[in-house]
């Protein structure tokens, strides 16, 4: 359980309290029906189940009575990752792997959903694989997840196709969800924003994107940087180029704002998250926006 303690650890009362906020409450209506929730009593109508007759208020009220009970309405909570190499590179936190951040994002996410006995579940993309865990309530799948996470984010992995990853929900998905995606920086193509579109149509989505590196803290940090896609490090006079800092920085943004635009115009909440630390805030902000 070392992913789901480190968020524990980290989650702090007041935080908790914001972020619970969209997952808050029980999703229960009274309908006819048993679960383990008692409601109340009503009078008995032509169909209904003779065993739900309380016969001893229905002697004490000379009237047949029927109990009502309350039917859990769960959500399920569905952990969309976009992994591969890319997500093995290094956050805004040099020294610190983006997929450090992507798992304490689904993780807090997936977490506070258990908390309130919903299902979360998880669909991760390393190429143009795409592998699913069923939903669970349980603490000790989430981890699994994790797991999974993590160890579909490692150097000399394929990036997701998300053409590939987008389809397979589509195709795979026919209930309803609180889709959480969480994906590197990457321009969206046309088609790409089609598939987003019909998700969204579909499913309540809320994204989470990962920031790079950039060059300038790099070099700040006196660290080496390894390359995601090979492993090998950076050459320092790479590293010290501020001219090729600050291109990587332009085109960094304008990425994030073609991103940023899709997802305004689909209605999808996003967040741009640069490290663990910023997790929580980022977070609370992101389902703030709910609705």
Request: net charge neutral.
């Amino acid at each position: 359980m070392a992913h789901l303690t480190r968020i524990k650890t980290s989650l702090t009362i007041p935080a908790r309290r914001k972020v619970a906020g969209l997952l808050d409450g029980q999703y229960a209506s009274t309908v006819a029906g048993r679960s383990l929730d008692y409601s109340d009593l009503r009078e008995y109508v032509v169909g209904d189940d003779v065993k739900d007759i309380d016969w001893k208020a229905s002697a004490r009220l000379n009237s047949v009575l029927v109990k009502r009970y309350i039917a859990d309405r769960k959500h399920t909570v569905q952990l969309v990752v976009a992994g591969g190499a890319e997500m093995s590179a290094s956050s805004q936190t040099p020294g610190e792997a983006k997929s450090s951040v992507a798992i304490m994002a689904a993780g807090l996410l997936g977490f506070l959903a258990t908390q309130h006995s919903d299902y979360v579940g998880l669909s991760l993309g390393v190429g143009t694989d795409v592998t699913w865990a069923r939903p669970s309530t349980k603490e000790t799948e989430l981890e699994r997840m994790l797991n999974q996470i993590e160890a579909g984010c490692q150097p000399g992995q394929p990036q997701a196709v998300l053409d590939e990853l987008f389809g397979q929900i589509i195709s795979g998905l026919k209930k309803r969800t609180i889709m959480i995606l969480v994906m590197c920086l990457e321009r969206f193509s046309a088609a790409q924003v089609s598939l987003l579109g019909r998700l969204s149509i579909q499913h309540e989505i809320f994204a989470v994107v990962v920031g790079d590196l950039g060059l300038d803290e790099a070099r700040a940090s006196g660290q080496s940087v390894m390359g995601a896609s090979d492993a090998l490090q950076v050459p320092s006079f790479l590293l010290a180029d501020t001219q090729l800092a600050s291109q990587l920085q332009q085109s960094d943004a304008a990425v994030w704002a073609q991103m940023q635009s899709t997802f305004t115009k689909l209605g999808i909440p996003s967040q741009l998250i640069g490290s663990t630390d910023q997790v929580i805030s980022a977070v609370n902000s992101l389902l703030a926006r709910a609705g």
